[in-house]
Structure formats: C-alpha cells, structure tokens
C-alpha cells in the first residue's frame, strides 16, 4: 500500500480506494522468492540435516561512504563476538573447533578418503552450531568417524596450530579432547528443559559451573531488589560459579570474563560512534559501550530505553547477550548481533499495524485485567540484514521484538523488526516443493502457493509487534523466568504466535488494506496446522521428544487446538491411501479456539502458574506421535530439501584512501561456508580456549 492509500484510509475514504492497488502489491509479494532465485543463487551447500544459503543486502552500493563506514564498523563488532556465543555454549567448544580448524588447514594425510569426508560434514556442522551441540535440538553432535581415527587427523596436523595446554603433548591432547568429540555419554546435551532433572548440572552449556538449580536460584534471589518497580535482568552478562563454597558472578565485561573479546566489540562500536550522523544514535551507542565497560545491567537498561527511541535513522543494529534460550533457567543472554538497514517501501506497507497497536489490545480475547491500558511505542519496519553474528548466525531469526525488560516494554516500548532479504532468501530456497505432498487439497496448494509469501510475513509482523508486546503481568508476579521456569520462553513464543493468528483473520486487516482478503488468514492457518502437527517432526531423530522453545509451541498451539475442536470436526484427521492430513473444516471456529488459548496463556503468563504451564506443555507440546513422525520422515524423504537452514554471511571490504580514510566499502557474496568459517577463525578469535 502506498503513502496516498494509506492517508485516503486513515482519513476515512473507502478502503476500495486502497484495495485497488493491493493486489499488484500481493503479485509483487508473490514473486520475490522467484526473483532472488533468477538473479542470484540462493543455496550454497547441503549436509547431514543443513543447508547453507546466501542472502543480498539490496541498496547497499547505493549508499553514500558515511553510512557504509557506519554499516562496516558495526559488522566488524558483529563479528568480534564471535568466540563469546562458542564459549557460551560449552566450555570445551573453542578448543574443539580450533583443533578442527588445525586439521582443515594443515592435515598432511589423505583428504581423498571416506573418513575424512566425513570429517569435513563434522566440522561443517559444528561451525553450523556454534559447538559441538546441535543448533535446534540442543543434543550432541556425533561424528561418523572413529576415535582413532580423530587421533590420526590430529597427529597428522602442524602441532604448533593445536589448541594444546601449556606443556600437553599431542598425545595428552588426543586423550583429553577424544571423549569431547566422540563420547556420547559426554556432555549429551547443552540445554536440558527436563522438569525432573536439575536443570543446570543436566544442561552442558558454560554459564553455571559447580552450580545447582537450587543454588542458582537461591543467589538470584539473594541479590534481587524487591523495593523497585524496575528490576535489571538480574544475571543477564554473567556466568555464575562456586568458588570456595561461595556463589559468585564472572560478569562479561571490559576486564572481567570475555575482555579480549569485548574490548575488540567496543574498540568497533567506538568507531562507529564516530561516524554516526544521528544525536540519538550517537547517545545510545555511548550507553551501549559504557555498558560493555563496566559490566553494569542499569546501564544496559539505560542503552535499551534510549535504544528503543532511536527510530529516525535509517541504520541499526542489535548487539549484546539478548536471547535467554540457552540457559534452561532463562537468565543468561546469549551474544549476538544483527545489522541492519530500513527497507523503506516494505516498512511503509506495515508499519500502520504498529499505529494500530492499542486497538489490537483493546479487540484482544484475553481477560480485560491483562491488557494493557496504554500501549507504548511499538515501532515496526522491514529491515535488510547488512551482517549477523553471534547466536544470530548462521541460523538466524527471521523477526525480532527487543527489548526484553517487561517494565521497559510497558513504559517505554519496544522495537519490532522483520528480516525482509532473510525471508526473501528462505522464499527462494524453499519453492514450495513439499505442498502437495502434504496439503490434502488441490484448493489448499493454490492458496498456500498464492498467498504464503504474504501471509508468513504477515503472521510474522502480527507475532513480533503485537504479539510480544501484549498482555501485562498482575501485581505482585514475578518475571516469567521465575514463575514459569523452564516453560517462559515456550509459553511466551505461544503467545505471540496465538496473537497473530487470531487477529490475521480480522476483516480490520483487509480494511486496512494490509492484506486483500481473508484468504490470506486460511492460507496461514492451513500452514501453521500443518506445521505443527507434522511437518516439523521431520527436524528429529527418532525418539526424540520436542524441546526446542519454538517448536513446543507450535506442537501446543496445533495439538490443542485440534483436540478441543474434535467434537465439533473443527480440524479433521482424514487418512488417505495410508497418508496423514490435517484438514481444516471451520476456519472461524478455530480462530475461536486460538481466541481461547491465548486468554489462558495470557493468564498463565499474567498470573504466574507454573503448574498450569507445565501441564498443558508436557501433555500437547512435548511429546511425539512415534508413528506420525515416522510417516513424515518418510514422506519427507524424497525432497532436496534439509530441515533447517543458514547463512553465509557477505563480507564488507573498506577501500581506504591514502591518508587512512575509508572512501567506499565494497560487498561480496562468498559461495564456500568451510573458507568463511576458516576465515572467521584467523580474524576473529580472541579469546583463550577455556574460560
């Protein structure tokens, strides 16, 4: 929608006057996956569960040498994270991968042979999972090759490049890092949400050491300031260990944990700082680098509140330990980075949902003593992702809603950002192949086909704008982290996800010219049933349960929904020629049903029941149908196609003038994801191999 029919709407003429050019816009929406894929190949590399793609960053030669020294000094301090979220994610992981980038670049055996192959696909998906543990199913990766093997790539590479110990001889170094790589009954998995375990000494990731769950949350609440209405996210930048019988923090900061890395990160923020043509900006990135200094999380509140007002600039970035998911108490930010640049013309199409956010609250199906009075600053725009790092990468999100603080969100508001040429890059590669396989009917293919592009992306921006910035706690309640535990981060991404689906199917949306028609909403619910309830069991392992935050709760929503419309046939089993379909019969009436579970997430959320949360999770988003899973293994199996997907990222080259000036930046698009991460291991590692 353009800016004349988005101001003839808003000042109350006919909406015809806006639809009439919606469906150029939804043909161009339509096409997108279908140009990147013409002018610029998309995929790069296929292995084990993975796929390795590329995306462009359009407009970027266009911009003038101010903004792309910006845009370079950002990424550098994207990239120079990159150890943390390593390290971050097991103890052992930057030894791990050094002795692996040792061997790709100086083993003086036969590289032609099986064994080494299949080390190759080894170190190809642990440089994929930032570790030795799977990105998604948090489990262990195990190597196709032998231990002796191991040993012979290791003796057969220079010595001096081995992540050896002060004094350790290479076969001291064999004996101590076999059992990291090979052994599955070491460190099996580095995020453990098992409600019968403790939850930290059965998770292997290095945020606690000589830590219990029960400790751990005893020194939380130890040092939380119960007198403030605006609490810091307590333990956010640290790891917690016991030392001398005392639970202590080792906060990431400029001369604490992770220094060398963290000096480098603001050393580049510095610089951009330098060069940013904003006040706002140049403000919040002070905040940001103070932070960095002193470890302080007041003044990492401070950066976000000042980071959520700096909207007038057409460059940005997320830098720092944001998302909680890999710590199974959900404490612990994890390092990550995404720099971006505002696609103005998609922006413009829905940045009205954003306008609009205090009517969806108001419209909401949750309990009136959940919603929000006032919404505050939700601010909305399609972004084009200049570089990722850290968590972000290589598998990435595809939107985000920043920042976390639930007090800051309520007062101050929050930023809503939808990774345009991500998606658009996701688009090009998927092509649709698996739709008639699983679509049931020739009528569901033609809607999935015509209106999928815009109604994920619609669902998208509904989840993160809407979605995570509804709802408000009662008085009194804790943070989800502590109330919900284990389930927060599951229930929360529920949530946001319910909050799209009911309103995607709002005649306010057409009205606004968003989208066309309703067909659109049916496209989206058709594909998220068939996600939930199928398609994604392709990403385990038979015998796997579900774990992954994302994944519980699409299995939750699909699951529920579908047994509690059972009487009235609202979604359909139907099972044809020994094939499984979901069907959908009442479109409203499932609308009404995600109506429903979202007012009792809301209230779950609001009110703090653990047990409640626990209940619905291990009953609808955990467990798996051993048969259906097999069933669409099965069915699965004959496209070329992997479940999970990620990025090469471009890479930003300065042309320098001769006294020291960056006059241009130059963008590439690499094609090897194995020379990418063995440069990224030469350029970017500053921390020790234990920390």
Not at 136 to 158: C, H, M, Q, R, V
Request: some cysteine.
């Amino acid at each position: 929608m353009n800016n004349i029919a988005k101001w003839l709407l808003s000042a109350g003429v006919l909406a015809s006057a806006t639809m009439a050019c919606q469906p150029n816009q939804e043909k161009k929406e339509a096409s997108v996956a279908k140009e990147v894929a013409t002018a610029f190949q998309v995929k790069a590399d296929r292995f084990a569960d993975l796929q390795i793609l590329r995306y462009q960053v359009p407009g970027f030669d266009q911009l003038d040498a101010k903004d792309k020294e910006f845009l370079y000094y950002m990424s550098q301090a994207a990239l120079s994270g990159r150890d943390i979220i390593w390290d971050q994610n097991y103890k052992y992981n930057l030894t791990v991968r050094r002795t692996i980038e040792a061997i790709v670049d100086t083993y003086k055996g036969d590289r032609s042979a099986k064994d080494f192959a299949d080390f190759m696909v080894y170190a190809k998906r642990v440089w994929f999972s930032n570790g030795i543990h799977h990105h998604y199913s948090n489990n262990k990766i195990l190597p196709k090759f032998s231990s002796d093997f191991l040993a012979t790539l290791i003796e057969g590479a220079d010595k001096a490049k081995l992540p050896l110990a002060e004094g350790q001889s290479v076969k001291d170094f064999v004996k101590f890092i076999s059992p990291i790589i090979t052994d599955a009954s070491v460190a099996p998995k580095k995020v453990s949400l098992d409600p019968d375990k403790d939850l930290l000494k059965a998770s292997a990731n290095n945020l606690y050491e000589n830590v219990s769950q029960a400790e751990a949350e005893a020194y939380y609440e130890s040092i939380k300031d119960k007198s403030t209405h605006h609490p810091v996210m307590y333990g956010l930048n640290s790891k917690v260990i016991k030392e001398n019988g005392k639970v202590i923090e080792k906060v990431y900061k400029v001369g604490g944990m992770y220094s060398d890395a963290i000096e480098k990160i603001v050393y580049w923020l510095e610089k951009a700082k330098g060069v940013s043509q904003d006040a706002q900006q140049q403000k919040t990135l002070g905040l940001l680098i103070d932070y960095y200094k002193t470890g302080d999380l007041k003044k990492f509140d401070e950066y976000c509140i000042e980071w959520v007002k700096d909207t007038n600039t057409n460059y940005d970035a997320i830098n720092g330990f944001i998302e909680v998911y890999g710590d199974a108490m959900g404490y612990k930010g994890a390092f990550e980075s995404v720099v971006q640049m505002k696609d103005l013309e998609a922006s413009a199409r829905l940045e009205s949902v954003a306008k609009e956010a205090q009517w969806f609250e108001d419209h909401s199906p949750i309990m009136d003593e959940h919603k929000k009075k006032n919404v505050k600053g939700v601010s909305y725009k399609v972004v084009t992702v200049v570089i990722e790092g850290g968590d972000a990468t290589p598998s990435t999100p595809i939107g985000i809603n920043l920042p976390n603080s639930n007090w800051i969100r309520a007062e101050h508001g929050s930023k809503s950002v939808s990774l345009g040429n991500i998606k658009d890059a996701y688009n090009a590669a998927s092509g649709g192949s698996t739709l008639k396989e699983f679509c049931f009917t020739d009528e569901e293919v033609a809607r999935a086909k015509k209106h999928g592009v815009l109604s994920g992306k619609l669902h998208t921006a509904l989840h993160e704008v809407i979605g995570h910035a509804s709802g408000k706690l009662n008085k009194g309640i804790g943070t989800p982290k502590e109330t919900l535990k284990s389930y927060a981060s599951a229930i929360e991404e529920g949530r946001a996800d319910l909050v799209g689906l009911y309103f995607i199917m709002d005649q306010k949306l057409v009205d606004m010219g968003i989208m066309p028609s309703l067909d659109v909403a049916k496209a989206q619910y058709e594909g998220y049933i068939r996600n939930g309830m199928m398609l994604q069991l392709r990403r385990l392992e038979p015998g796997e349960i579900i774990e992954e935050a994302h994944m519980r709760n699409r299995a939750l929503v699909a699951r529920w929904c579908y047994e509690k419309g059972q009487k009235e046939n609202v979604i359909e089993k139907v099972v044809k020629d020994g094939k499984t379909f979901f069907v959908i019969r009442d479109y409203e009436k499932l609308r009404g049903l995600f109506g429903d579970l979202l007012r009792e997430l809301q209230r779950i959320k609001s009110e703090g029941d653990y047990d409640e949360a626990r209940r619905l999770m291990e009953t609808y988003g955990v467990k798996v149908d051993p048969e259906l899973h097999k069933e669409v293994v099965s069915r699965y199996a004959q496209f070329d196609s992997a479940p999970y997907s990620g990025f090469i990222q471009p890479e930003y080259t300065p042309v320098v003038g001769d006294n020291g000036e960056i006059k241009d930046v130059k963008v590439s698009y690499p094609t090897d994801f194995a020379k990418q991460m063995m440069k990224y291991g030469k350029d970017y590692s500053f921390l020790p191999n234990v920390n």
